[in-house]
């Protein structure tokens, strides 16, 4: 059996073949907490080692992220560095590929002010547009793994101490990345083609409406003409395979941005920039949200739909089967990247161009017109459970049954 360090070096191995899939003579930026200092040693070794011509780490503090929204004045948090947007359009440019590490301490931003946060995450995704655009496009290859940062962790496992907790944490991770299978490559090539074949399947049923049935849950959803079910790796511009991200266990398209009604309730917490949304529900009428309730953090959600208009709508609809291994391991993990991958889930905001039949290239305005939602935010929340029925509606007008209780309705 391998042992932790040589489970760190698979770790790396899979994010830098199957995560970016960096490419002989290729720039590499690597955004990660200090705790992962580590692992991102090991990561650019191995990057070099493939011929990388530039590792650029991006050392994020999240103690030091806090301080700065919680004190700076408003036209700090309002403006965000054009320095560094510069950067990072320079660097995309390029073809640099991005790979994020990220595990943060889900009840860091609690306290911090809800209108705040939506004004610091409006700043950034308005300076960031043109990287966004890279990135939603795959323009570049981009991959994003967790790290668990002790006070994660402990948010998991509150019973242990840090290092049982984090120790706990790594297992549960490298369980469900398939790391501590014999060769994690090959489990992902077979992971892959398993995605592949929903999608196909999918696409070739072609629905035109999706009828959600949950406790708390009856909503039906309108897939616009030459909607396209996406799910595994993806090709980049320059056609190179890659994985957005690791885990990954969804299938997705988009939701026509007008064709969206019922009342939708959310069943995991949604970790929205350290500010945690818990138990809410959300009404549709016409493909907009009308009303919204949350027993938590209800003022984030409220800033949250205010970003903009596209941030009442929805951008995504994507499939989990109830047995995937994340939602087997039985935990909540208070982290988009993990609960999305163990429930199936909706985003409010932007839809991603490749999920429309000729997408990436279209204009914008002509998205738009074919159903597809625009924003500068793209949430996923979690809204699947054993009790998720889901029906497909035909081009025909009759139904057949997509999820039952959870899980896949359909043999492929
Ligand atoms: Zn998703
Ligand atoms: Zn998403």
Redesign the pocket.
């Known amino acids: 059996m391998a042992n932790f360090q040589q489970k760190l070096e698979k770790y790396a191995d899979l994010a830098l073949k199957k995560g970016v899939n960096l490419q002989k003579g290729q720039g590499l930026i690597i955004s990660a907490p200090i705790e992962a200092q580590h692992l991102v040693h090991i990561i650019t070794a191995k990057a070099y080692g493939r011929g990388a011509k530039d590792v650029h780490v991006e050392w994020a503090d999240d103690l030091l992220s806090y301080m700065k929204l919680k004190h700076a004045p408003m036209d700090v948090i309002e403006n965000f560095p054009k320095w560094k947007a510069d950067g990072m359009e320079e660097m995309v440019k390029d073809g640099y590929s991005f790979l994020s590490i990220y595990g943060p301490d889900p009840d860091l931003m609690k306290d911090v002010d809800g209108s705040r946060m939506a004004a610091k995450n409006k700043a950034s995704a308005e300076a960031l547009k043109t990287y966004r655009d890279y990135v939603m496009n795959y323009k570049v290859t981009w991959n994003i793994i967790a790290y668990p940062q002790a006070s994660w962790a402990k948010k998991i496992y509150p019973g242990l101490s840090e290092e049982k907790a984090k120790e706990k944490l790594w297992d549960q991770i490298f369980m469900i990345t398939r790391v501590d299978q014999e060769d994690p490559i090959e489990a992902w090539n077979v992971h892959n083609e398993r995605l592949r074949q929903a999608r196909e399947y999918l696409n070739e049923k072609n629905y035109r409406k999706l009828h959600y049935k949950a406790p708390g849950t009856d909503l039906t959803i309108d897939l616009p003409e030459g909607h396209v079910w996406q799910g595994g790796s993806k090709k980049s511009e320059a056609g190179v395979e890659f994985n957005p991200n690791i885990p990954t266990e969804e299938v997705?398209t988009l939701p026509h941005k007008n064709g969206v009604n019922g009342t939708v309730t959310s069943t995991k917490p949604l970790n929205y920039g350290g500010s945690l949304i818990e138990n809410f529900q959300l009404t549709f009428e016409n493909g907009q949200i009308v009303h919204f309730t949350a027993e938590t953090g209800e003022d984030t959600l409220k800033h949250l739909l205010e970003t903009d208009d596209g941030a009442k709508r929805l951008?995504?609809v994507?499939l989990v089967p109830h047995e995937s291994p994340i939602s087997q391991s039985g935990h909540i993990f208070f982290n988009t990247l993990y609960d999305?991958n163990a429930s199936c889930?909706l985003?409010i905001g932007k839809a991603?161009p490749s999920t429309l039949k000729d997408g990436i290239g279209m204009s914008e305005d002509v998205r738009k017109e074919r159903g597809a939602n625009d924003s500068l935010i793209?949430v996923?929340f979690m809204m699947g459970s054993e009790d998720l029925d889901i029906q497909g509606e035909k081009d025909d007008g009759t139904t057949e049954p997509v999820f039952i209780d959870g899980s896949w309705a359909l043999e492929f």
């Open positions: 997705f951008g995504e994507a999305e889930h985003a991603y793209h996923d």
